[in-house]
């Protein structure tokens, strides 16, 4: 039996690992609430993940195209992008899918002789650059939510900044219809 074979037949227990290792990475009380508590309303973030590394897992082993993947991507990425991680913790959750795949699988991929062992390497190659280019999505949708966090902080940095102007009467009225009527004003009060 192909190596694809037997990890689609173990899809769910290695989407339940890698889901697994995904909450590891938490603080080992927020892990444990993540995995325990059910409710998707007390624990959005723990019920995303397991839900949306499921997608992930599936869409790997079946060789779902980058657009297929978007959408679980965007979803894990976007809540690692707000936490307090650095940008290779809050990516790295994708590589954690080749140890899971390594734990429920087994190392022993391809250790065999002959042409069985040469598709069994085959196939995990193909499986490690399917997570090699999700990794490089994550990369991306990692960094383009970050942009739009700073933008948002320095928009709001620019209508404090302008209502206190205004408060304190530095602007007149002219600065003032000219700053609202500025390109990127829109957000101002």
């Known amino acids: 039996m192909r190596l694809l074979e037997r990890v689609r037949e173990r899809r769910q227990a290695l989407a339940d690992r890698w889901g697994d290792l995904v909450l590891s ?3 080992p009380e927020t892990a444990s609430f993540l995995r325990t508590e059910r409710d998707p309303f007390r624990n959005p973030v723990g019920t995303t993940i397991r ?3 499921g997608a ?13 993947l978007e959408g679980p991507l965007d979803a894990i990425v976007k809540i690692r992008a ?3 991680l650095s940008p290779a913790q809050a990516i790295g959750f994708v590589l954690l ?3 899971a795949l390594g734990e ?3 190392e022993s991929a391809g250790t065999g002789s002959g042409d069985a062992a040469a598709r069994e390497l085959a196939d995990l190659d193909e ?6 280019a999700l990794t490089l999505a994550a990369c991306d949708r990692y960094v383009a939510c970050r942009e739009r966090i700073f933008d948002i902080r320095a928009r709001a940095a620019t209508a404090r900044t302008y209502a206190l102007l205004k408060r304190a009467g530095l602007l007149s009225e002219v600065e003032a219809e000219g700053a609202a009527a500025a390109p990127g ?3 101002r009060p």
């Open 97 to 99: 899918f080749k140890q």
């Open 56 to 68: 992930l897992a599936e869409g790997l082993l079946t060789g779902a195209d980058a657009a297929a």
């Open 104 to 106: 429920v699988v087994g």
């Open 127 to 132: 499986l490690h650059g399917r997570v090699d």
């Open 25 to 27: 990475t938490y603080p």
């Open 51 to 53: 839900r949306e590394i």
């Open 185 to 187: 004003a829109e957000g």
């Open 82 to 84: 707000v936490q307090a």
